[in-house]
């Protein structure tokens, strides 16, 4: 399996303030993918990040508030805007198919919490 | 919407007794199929993926996909306590995609 490396891996932030995460694999990958985990909850889709192109975002998600970039095809961040309690959740990069066959792995995730 | 069902339990069994953790989705053409498994604190990690109907086996975990009753299951066998955790079900887009829709997770806690 890849080894995906997320950082950082906790934090705490300030309301107001913007994050970003970055995530690197010790391979390249055609997509990566950025999932949310708000406390007690199961992982829902941000975006898709693709090399050379604009990310993919789900509904309910929008650039201005999540932009990320795709630089190479072992990295990516996410960064998360204008935070507010909300937004505290575990935001975890996952890669797919081009490296591991047909699975989805994830990195340990980044921790924030909004205050 | 893509929904994926999961009993959000907690389901609590004894030591060494079978675990059976259910799954329904419901998008029809959906590909490819997955369980994680998430301890407290951790991120998910991958234990079982199974892409055709039946059984398919890895050690003491069993997955089971039904795509005509759209059902996908997990079953633990001699659990242990070191199996307590969330257990997600995610399943793959139509078309093979590596975009997952995750269910809400069944915890499980496996007692001594």
Known sequence: SAVISQKPSRDICQRGTSLTIQCQVDSQVTMMFWYRQQPGQSLTLIATANQGSEATYESGFVIDKFPISRPNLTFSTLTVSNMSPEDSSIYLCSVGPSVTGNTIYFGEGSWLTVV | ?112
């Open chain 2, 1 to 112: 919407q893509k929904e994926v069902e999961q009993n959000s339990g907690p389901l609590s069994v004894p030591e060494g007794a079978i675990a059976s953790l259910n799954c329904t989705y419901s998008d029809r053409g959906s590909q490819s199929f997955f369980w994680y498994r998430q301890y407290s604190g951790k991120s998910p990690e991958l234990i079982m993926s199974i892409y055709s109907n039946g059984d398919k086996e890895d050690g003491r975990f069993t997955a089971q996909l039904n795509k005509a009753s759209q059902y996908v299951s997990l079953l633990i066998r001699d659990s242990q306590p070191s199996d307590s955790a969330t257990y997600l079900c995610a399943v793959g887009s139509q078309g093979g995609s590596e975009k997952l829709v995750f269910g809400k997770g069944t915890k499980l806690t496996v007692n001594p």
